[in-house]
């Protein structure tokens, strides 16, 4: 069976899944969609038989697909996804979900209601290092934990303004979270405060934060604070450290550090991660089975959630229970 796959969204994120799907065996990417035909059929060049289309009813209404991939900006969800669940058709979409709490949820309501496939780009689940971390992290108790997102501001004019990112920690930061999420459960409550320290005066028109710090509770007892900037010029870096009875799990893109007394070991990341997570995605639609899918609408809702509470607490000063 050959899967038949369009891709809303031509840009780095959009292409880069599709050169991954065109290279798996029995998927052939059939169509893009893009802000303009130009783009669409620019994309679609690259790939034997593709279509390019400016509207996504219209791709969806030429092309019999079984699955869909959505790569666009936080401020584009909605009516994408609302036609794909419309017709049925499984999706998997980047993150972050959105840039507010209403869109995301309704979404999910729907997609709960057609019981529909879907899968959510939070990557770093599919890592090596990152399951291998959830494995130690099950043979010792959890202390706190502290994680970062520290770097530049994308160049891409709409991630600089609030309303249509939603700023660091939903665009960037919420990797971040999604991983303490998944290695050290749920959380409870956030207290965030963010400011504006550079980018105000160096980036015109830039409203987002530049600096902020969230502390998490987690529902286990644990404590977790992550951190980030999108405001230095170099020393970039970004990761999860978990504080453990026995040590300290460091897990970042790079892999994993394990540090214990009079031991420390390293684990790197074998395969890539966007292939195993496609793999999962594509498995679902052929067969059914979701199982292998790490990171499903429902869950990625309660990332979301999260990051959100964030922004809330960053806005009125308070504390946020989720």
Request: proline residues 4%.
């Amino acid at each position: 069976m050959t899967i038949n796959i369009g891709i809303i969204g031509t840009g780095w994120f959009g292409m880069m899944h599709a050169a991954k799907l065109a290279k798996l065996e029995d998927v052939r990417v059939a169509a893009f969609t893009a802000t303009n035909q130009l783009k669409a059929d620019t994309a679609a060049k690259s790939f034997s038989g593709a279509k390019g289309f400016d509207d996504v009813a219209a791709m969806l209404e030429s092309c019999k697909l079984d699955a869909v991939y959505v790569c666009v900006p936080p401020f584009a969800h909605g009516r994408i996804e609302e036609e794909l669940i419309e017709r049925g058709i499984p999706f998997l979409v980047e993150k972050p979900l959105g840039v507010n709490s209403e869109i995301p949820e309704q979404l999910l309501a729907k997609i709960e209601n057609k019981g529909l496939i879907t899968s959510v780009g939070y990557h770093f689940r599919y890592m090596d290092s990152t399951l291998k971390a959830k494995q130690l992290l099950g043979e010792s108790k959890l202390a706190m934990a502290a994680g970062s997102w520290m770097g530049g501001m994308p160049g891409v004019a709409w991630w600089r303004a609030m309303e249509l990112s939603g700023g660091q920690f939903v665009e960037q930061t919420t990797h971040i979270v999604d991983l303490l999420r998944f290695t050290a459960g749920e959380v409870s409550e956030v207290y965030a405060a963010y400011g504006n320290r550079i980018i105000a005066e160096t980036s015109e028109n830039a409203d987002v934060p530049d600096i902020g710090s969230v502390i998490l509770k987690l529902e286990s007892g644990a404590v977790a604070t992550i951190s980030n900037t999108c405001a230095i010029p170099a020393g970039s870096r970004s990761g999860l450290q978990l504080y453990t009875s026995k040590g300290v799990l460091e897990l970042s893109s790079n892999g994993l550090i394990q540090v214990e007394p009079n031991q420390r070991m390293e684990y790197s990341n074998h395969s890539d991660p966007y292939v195993r997570e496609n793999e999962a995605f594509l498995h679902a639609v052929r067969t059914g089975d979701s199982s292998k899918i790490m990171s499903p609408y429902k869950d990625a809702w309660q990332t979301h959630r999260v990051t959100m509470a964030a922004n809330e607490s960053a806005r009125t000063g308070l504390p946020v229970k989720l």
